[in-house]
């Protein structure tokens, strides 16, 4: 089958009067104008096929179509948690005694004692007085600017800052204002500016493309000059980065100076779901009483909320792994640069292997994919023009041969593709 066809029957559009007659015309018309747009979606070539994993997830996983194990570079797992065998069964067991699911909403009678105690454990981590949790961090990202902000007052947000984020802060009546992308001279141009009541300034902690970091020393500086408060998104921070993985307060030493964490249980924090907002209690009070998709969504199930509470004694109680994700990290870093590629970002286990063209990257990726290395290549439109790379995103969990192998297959393909020499 051509490749366009097949894409088209994998979006559902191929065939299909032959396998589903419909007689409404709406629907007919529905049909036919997403299946324009899913075409122009695949000639631009950025149609999204999913690779289907018939594995837990895992630094080694088998994909439907193989039984070869392949070496897993592109997942949000950095702790390695996502099927640690100690959490999985603490989940089993809090399934077993609180149930599959509360059918309900935190306020009407879906709030377990498992509930508070992971948003008790969530703010010890955090060092924050109280956290509030939701079905994710999107749904975090999406509850927080409407419920506390007027039009009396302005949102500051990084051009950069993640989709959740935008999405949120479109939902607010707020004054909007966007700086450049990690540039203080333009933030503080804008707060000097301004003249709300109250200002917020919204970042990622880490952007997840390139594996920068927010200047959140500097920003929470100029917070402090402008009385600001500071907002950030530290999904790709919580569990693994600073020191003791306190996140990007701790890696930039300004632990306990961000007024407002968001962050994801989805991620390095087992893998499960989640999301949750830690600060202030009033904050927090006030979110149960105001957040929509807090207030209109069911509540996080036991066997999630257990894993986010097995992860949170794991690192409560050690650093361990935060420590080997940091030191995985550095060989990869080190030997990849030894080796000749560029790799963006700064000392975070996001690894952009830069390449500059998109066919490129994806033929990269393909030929690390024999290898049974699987890694993603990203291009224009979810990275700037030009800018194609490979996104690898290491794990505590990957042993060091494991790295050394992924370092090996990029050292061979880049040489045969004459990237490096
Ligand atoms: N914020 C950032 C920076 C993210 O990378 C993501 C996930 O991709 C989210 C928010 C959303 O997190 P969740 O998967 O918990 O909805």
Redesign the pocket.
């Known amino acids: 089958m051509p490749v366009f066809s097949k894409i088209l029957s994998l979006a559902g559009c191929a065939g299909r009067q032959q396998l589903r007659p419909y007689s409404a015309a709406a629907q007919s018309q529905l049909r036919e104008l997403l299946c324009q747009q899913l075409s122009g979606i695949q000639e631009a070539g950025t149609f999204k096929a999913e690779r289907i994993i018939t594995s837990s997830q895992s630094t080694q996983i088998t994909v439907q179509g193989s039984d070869q194990k392949i070496l897993n570079f592109c997942a949000?797992n950095y702790l390695g948690l996502a099927n640690n065998p100690e959490i999985v069964q603490y989940s089993q067991q809090l399934l077993a005694k609180y149930g599959a699911g509360l059918s309900s909403v935190r306020f009407i009678c879906g709030t377990q004692d498992i509930h508070k105690q992971l948003e008790r454990k969530i703010a010890q981590f955090h060092g924050r007085e109280d956290t509030i949790l939701y079905a994710?961090?999107?749904?975090?990202?999406a509850g927080i600017f409407e419920a506390i902000l007027t039009p009396e007052d302005a949102v500051f947000s990084d051009e950069l800052?993640?989709?959740?984020?935008i999405d949120g802060i479109r939902l607010r009546r707020a004054k909007k204002q966007r700086y450049k992308h990690r540039n203080l001279a333009d933030l503080e141009q804008q707060l000097r500016s301004t003249d709300a009541r109250l200002k917020l300034i919204a970042t990622?902690g880490?952007?997840?493309m390139d594996g920068n970091i927010a200047p959140l020393a500097r920003i929470v500086e100029l917070a402090k000059k402008y009385d600001a408060l500071v907002f950030v998104?530290e999904?790709?921070a919580t569990g693994f980065f600073g020191a003791t993985g306190r996140g990007t307060e701790e890696y930039d030493n300004v632990m306990g100076e961000v007024d407002i964490i968001?962050s994801?249980?989805?991620?390095a924090l087992g893998g499960a779901?989640?999301?949750y907002t830690t600060g202030p209690a009033e904050l927090i009070s006030f979110l149960r009483q105001k957040s929509r998709p807090y207030l209109f969504s069911n509540t996080l199930p036991p066997a999630v909320v257990a894993v986010g509470l097995k992860v949170m004694d794991m690192l409560l109680s050690s650093s361990e792994l935060t420590q080997r994700v940091q030191s995985n990290t550095q060989r990869f870093r080190e030997a990849m640069t030894k080796a000749g590629f560029t790799i963006a970002g700064e000392n975070h286990p996001i690894c952009p292997v830069m390449l500059g063209d998109a066919r490129l990257a994806s033929t990269f990726a393909d030929e690390m994919l024999t290898r049974g290395i699987y890694v993603i290549g990203f291009s224009y439109p979810v990275v700037p023009q030009g800018k194609a790379r490979i996104r690898v995103q290491i794990s505590a969990a990957h042993t060091e041969a494991e790295i050394d192998r992924a370092i090996q297959a990029f050292i061979e393909v880049g040489r045969s593709l004459k990237v490096i020499k």
């Open positions: 949000n994710s961090c999107f749904d975090a990202n800052n993640h989709a959740s984020i990622d880490v952007f997840s998104d999904c790709h968001n994801t249980l989805g991620k779901s989640g999301g």
